[in-house]
């Protein structure tokens, strides 16, 4: 009995460190096909778009609307800046806005009423060129009928009174003939010049429109200046880091506030060039958000920035001088967030911590 006790414990041992080598064995296993299947990296974190808002007019902060790390959704008003210099430029531009359309009415009726003018002195000119057809046609009867009445005295066959009258219907004819010739002439300089203050008018229409469109430009330009003293949100997100109070004087380009979309995450996900050869668009991976580990996140390779990390610091190496020490580079990949579970009502923020898989066959 003392020698099966010895021995049912060393077959206890046994079975416990076969057990314990059993349970090592299939976790490596599980590691070795995960690691053949997987890439994943703890250098990564969450990203979303960070908007700095900036005066776009100068002026005196009238109301702030908001609260530093306030939830706002896009176009939400945040800020008026005093616009009563502004709304007055809006009306200034109204007005002339106004009267340069008055003025190209103006400018148009008086064209038309000379185009009118230049189409009657056109017609009289016409008319004038008509009589002097009639007056000739009345001339040479005139000079023929004088003629005759001239042989027909010298063979005695008229009296003189006949002769005088011939002579008299001759010189009223000859002196319609001039008069009629003056008249064209006339008419026809004063339709030219007619017709050149018409297209002076019609000159004066086009600068008259291009005035409109000047002016309709300067009133676009002030109501949008007009616009720019309502600062609102450009995106759902939490407002912070603000920088200014109310009743204080900002200038252009001045900074206000920040705005964090928080709406639209993705992962930065820095792998080790070793890393990189399996790694594919449109890849399934898995998420685990360092803050809260029983949040489950899945996601999809998106893009490669196209360059390591390296060559966007601020001073990048230059290997091609002094000693080399080759420093295995990370490259950022895009990861998009395609399935958020947060049951518990975790909030994601820019810059948390996460660790990433990507099942990469």
Same mark, same amino acid.
């Given at each position: 009995?003392?020698?099966?006790?010895?021995?049912?414990?060393?077959?206890?041992?046994?079975?416990?460190? #076969?057990?314990?080598?059993?349970?090592?064995?299939?976790?490596?296993?599980?590691?070795?096909?995960?690691?053949?299947?997987?890439?994943?990296?703890?250098?990564?974190?969450?990203?979303?778009?960070?908007?700095?808002?900036?005066?776009?007019?100068? #002026?005196?902060?009238?109301?702030?609307?908001?609260?530093?790390?306030?939830?706002?959704?896009?176009?939400?008003?945040?800020?008026?800046?005093?616009?009563?210099?502004?709304? !007055?430029?809006?009306?200034?531009?109204?007005?002339?806005?106004?009267?340069?359309?008055?003025?190209?009415?103006?400018?148009?009726?008086?064209?038309?009423?000379?185009?009118? =003018?230049?189409?009657?002195?056109?017609?009289?000119?016409?008319?004038?060129?008509?009589?002097?057809?009639?007056?000739?046609?009345?001339?040479?009867?005139?000079?023929?009928?004088?003629?005759?009445?001239?042989?027909?005295?010298?063979?005695?066959?008229?009296?003189?009174?006949?002769?005088? =009258?011939?002579?008299?219907?001759?010189?009223?004819?000859?002196?319609?003939?001039?008069?009629?010739?003056?008249?064209?002439?006339?008419?026809?300089?004063?339709?030219?010049?007619?017709?050149?203050?018409?297209?002076?008018?019609?000159?004066?229409?086009?600068?008259?429109?291009?005035?409109?469109?000047?002016?309709?430009?300067?009133?676009?330009?002030?109501?949008?200046?007009?616009?720019?003293?309502?600062?609102?949100?450009?995106?759902?997100?939490?407002?912070?880091?603000?920088?200014?109070?109310?009743?204080?004087?900002? !200038?252009?380009?001045?900074?206000?506030?920040? !705005?964090?979309?928080?709406?639209?995450?993705?992962?930065?996900?820095?792998?080790?060039?070793?890393?990189?050869?399996?790694?594919?668009?449109?890849?399934?991976?898995?998420?685990?958000?360092?803050?809260?580990?029983?949040?489950?996140?899945?996601?999809?390779?998106?893009?490669?920035? #196209?360059?390591? #990390?390296?060559?966007?610091?601020?001073?990048?190496?230059?290997?091609?001088?002094?000693?080399?020490?080759?420093?295995?580079?990370?490259?950022?990949?895009?990861?998009?967030?395609?399935?958020?579970?947060?049951?518990?009502?975790?909030?994601?923020?820019?810059?948390?911590?996460?660790?990433?898989?990507?099942?990469?066959?």
């Amino acid at each position: 009995m003392e020698k099966e006790a010895p021995q049912k414990k060393s077959k206890k041992k046994l079975a416990i460190i #076969g057990s314990i080598l059993g349970v090592i064995l299939i976790v490596g296993i599980i590691y070795f096909v995960r690691g053949a299947n997987y890439e994943s990296t703890d250098n990564a974190q969450l990203d979303a778009d960070i908007v700095p808002i900036k005066s776009s007019v100068a #002026g005196y902060i009238k109301t702030i609307h908001f609260e530093d790390n306030q939830a706002v959704k896009k176009g939400q008003l945040l800020i008026t800046i005093d616009d009563t210099d502004l709304k !007055t430029r809006v009306a200034q531009a109204e007005a002339a806005l106004e009267n340069a359309k008055a003025n190209l009415l103006s400018v148009r009726s008086n064209a038309t009423a000379v185009s009118q =003018n230049a189409d009657a002195a056109v017609l009289t000119s016409a008319s004038a060129e008509q009589n002097i057809s009639s007056a000739k046609a009345r001339l040479t009867k005139a000079q023929e009928d004088f003629q005759r009445m001239k042989n027909m005295l010298a063979a005695n066959a008229a009296t003189k009174a006949q002769f005088d =009258n011939a002579k008299a219907e001759l010189d009223i004819a000859q002196a319609q003939y001039n008069a009629t010739q003056s008249q064209f002439k006339s008419s026809t300089a004063q339709s030219q010049g007619i017709r050149s203050q018409a297209e002076s008018q019609r000159a004066q229409i086009s600068l008259a429109q291009a005035l409109v469109k000047q002016r309709e430009a300067e009133l676009i330009l002030a109501q949008t200046q007009l616009s720019y003293a309502y600062v609102t949100a450009p995106c759902d997100g939490i407002v912070s880091r603000r920088s200014v109070e109310a009743g204080q004087y900002i !200038t252009i380009g001045q900074p206000l506030c920040s !705005t964090i979309d928080n709406v639209h995450l993705w992962v930065t996900a820095n792998f080790k060039e070793t890393q990189v050869d399996d790694i594919r668009k449109g890849q399934p991976v898995e998420i685990h958000v360092d803050a809260y580990p029983s949040l489950k996140l899945k996601g999809k390779v998106e893009s490669f920035i #196209g360059a390591t #990390g390296a060559k966007f610091s601020l001073l990048p190496p230059d290997n091609s001088t002094g000693n080399f020490v080759k420093i295995v580079q990370r490259v950022p990949v895009r990861i998009a967030i395609t399935e958020y579970n947060n049951k518990q009502g975790q909030d994601l923020f820019p810059g948390l911590s996460v660790f990433v898989e990507v099942k990469v066959k």
